[in-house]
């Protein structure tokens, strides 16, 4: 093996995707994962990239404002130098409101959302139209914004994978040796590495479970009613998704599901009837601040952590990708102070 620069250990969309953003800043990148591109949390179906309520404005939103600001440019990136698709599409949001007390409370979020979101996307009440693809809204009125954008983990997944090996990463599938700085992304597992090596409970897992259902909408937005999203995806699917669990007897999916698909059917009634083509189940990293948790390794110099992309993962990767390869490969360090693992460790200790 020649000699790299980074070595990324992981094959989860924080691995990947920081992998990819040293290589493009011109460094010799090493990718190990044990088990499989994509075998953890990061190979999923519902691919929601979808901001947070445009109000009390914290770093954690305006982080994720910026990457679903760049996701677009940057996917494209990845699919042109791939070949292949990422499912990616910026097709906005839809979203019920319960009652006139919701109804209020949008609207208000509609100035805030000009502000935060810089003009660049917009949150609008606008009234229900009856159309079949339209979630079922009590009041009659809906949000629709137009910053949520969907994309396929899976050919997101594949398509980083083929730009990494096409220029020229090396791309080990179970164990390798480590060379230069090392970044690790390897989600629930890093989790408990860390909580171990710290002696302190940083963050567990959360069962997610999902399923895919053959309807063709590739060209709607998405929709999040009654805690799910529903998501068209470009193969003529909609996920539907997610459960989010604390406990659970098999890491496999269950009868959960079931409950899953009727929620959705009453919310969607346009999808009744729809095939079920594919289910998933999968432990996600949740870390004790509920951020994800980057930034150097306390104690281990030249490592780095990339961790607890829980449920936002993909949303957060151009960000997270982009932050990691300026602070590994130039010291560059433009983490949120909430994000910075030191910052969880003092947390965690605090709490003993």
């Not at 189940?281 to 780095?304: D, Q, Y």
């Amino acid at each position: 093996m020649a000699r790299v620069d980074v070595t990324v250990r992981g094959g989860g969309i924080f691995a990947l995707s920081t992998a990819w953003a040293c290589l493009c800043q011109g460094a010799r990148v090493r990718v190990i994962e044990t088990a499989g591109w994509g075998a953890g949390s990061s190979g999923g179906l519902v691919g929601a990239l979808s901001p947070h309520v445009p109000e009390a404005w914290n770093a954690k939103k305006a982080f994720q404002l910026e990457s679903l600001l760049l996701a677009e440019g940057w996917w494209a990136g990845v699919e042109a130098a791939s070949g292949q698709p990422s499912g990616y599409a910026r097709l906005g949001r839809l979203q019920p409101l319960a009652d006139d007390r919701a109804v209020e409370a949008a609207r208000r979020r509609e100035g805030e959302a000009a502000t935060l979101w810089q003009g660049r996307a917009d949150w609008r009440v606008v009234p229900a139209t009856g159309a079949a693809w339209e979630p079922v809204t009590p009041s009659g009125w809906l949000v629709r914004d137009t910053l949520s954008a969907r994309l396929s983990p899976r050919m997101g997944l594949a398509a980083l994978v083929t730009a990494l090996r096409d220029r020229g990463a090396e791309l080990v599938l179970g164990d390798g040796p480590e060379e230069g700085a090392v970044v690790h992304a390897t989600g629930i597992a890093g989790l408990a590495e860390l909580s171990r090596a710290f002696s302190a409970d940083l963050g567990s897992g959360v069962k997610g479970q999902a399923l895919a259902l053959r309807h063709e909408a590739r060209d709607l937005p998405q929709l999040f009613a009654d805690g799910l999203h529903i998501v068209p995806h470009a193969d003529g699917t909609v996920a539907i998704g997610s459960t989010s669990e604390t406990r659970w007897t098999s890491e496999a999916p269950d009868d959960q599901l079931k409950a899953l698909l009727a929620k959705a059917f009453a919310v969607v009634p346009a999808l009744a009837g729809a095939d079920v083509v594919d289910r998933w189940a999968g432990i996600r990293p949740k870390a004790a601040s509920r951020a994800p948790v980057l930034g150097p390794w306390p104690g281990r110099p030249g490592h780095f952590v990339a961790n607890g992309g829980f449920k936002i993962g993909f949303g957060m990767a151009p960000k997270v990708a982009e932050v990691m390869a300026d602070l590994v490969l130039a010291g560059r360090d433009a983490i949120p102070d909430d994000f910075r693992l030191e910052a969880l460790v003092q947390k965690a200790t605090a709490r003993r």
